[in-house]
Structure formats: C-alpha cells, structure tokens
C-alpha cells in the first residue's frame, strides 16, 4: 500500500505561480515512477522513480516543472505562468505495479485524494 498526500493548491492569478507537494508513504524504498494529472484523467507531467526522465503534457510544456526528493519521499510540481486553464483539482499517482503507459491513468496503482487550484482571470 502506498499513501499519497497532495497539498500546496490555492488560488493564484494569471500568470502567477504555485508548487505543489505530494508525499509519499507506505511502501520503503519509494523505487516507483509518480505522475500528476488533473480532473482525474488529464496527465500532467510524469517523473520515473529515479527521477532522470520527466514527460510533460504539451499544454504545460515550458511552464511546469516535476520533480521529486527522494530522501523526503516527495514529488513536487512547479507551475509557473499559470493560465484559467490550469485550475482544476490536481492529483498525485504512483505507478508501483503497473507498467502501462505513463500519459494514462489507468497505469497507475494509487492516487492521492487532490489539491485544487483556482486560477483567475
């Protein structure tokens, strides 16, 4: 079992910034890729579990950035230039088991419960 706790959403103008944090907990080691999507289905961005490959949606491209601290069992997303767009609620999955695709939420095994994200005009 792994638990996934997001926070770090708010709201923000456009054009403004937010992180968001992801920590991890339940399964030692934390050797699995992570992922954040939006409105549950949307992906995001992707990093495997050693973080040396990042994936990105082309609608964020450019201005979000995913990341992880393995030490503190911690992926985090940095969005920047923030557009209405980007508002929705935001969540973290882990891909532990699975080895699908990794722009597809049914890849992943667990979900953290969503952190939103209001952005306004």
């Known amino acids: 079992q792994v638990q996934l706790v997001e926070s770090g959403g708010g709201a923000v103008q456009a054009g403004g910034s937010l992180r968001l944090s992801c920590v991890a907990s339940?399964?030692?080691?934390?050797?699995?890729?992570m992922a954040w999507f939006r409105h549950e289905r949307e992906f995001v961005a992707h990093i495997t579990w050693d973080?040396?490959?990042?994936y990105y949606a082309d609608s964020v491209k450019g201005r979000f950035t995913i990341s992880r601290d393995g030490a503190k069992n911690t992926v985090y997303l940095q969005m920047n230039s923030l557009k209405p767009e980007d508002g929705g609620v935001y969540y973290c999955?882990?891909?532990?088991?699975?080895?699908?695709?990794?722009?597809?939420?049914?890849?992943?095994?667990?979900w953290g419960q969503g952190t939103q994200v209001v952005v306004s005009e």
């Open positions: 973080g040396r490959n990042t």
């Open positions: 999955a882990a891909q532990v088991y699975n080895g699908g695709y990794y722009g597809s939420s049914v890849s992943y095994d667990y």
């Open positions: 339940g399964r030692p080691g934390g050797r699995y890729s």
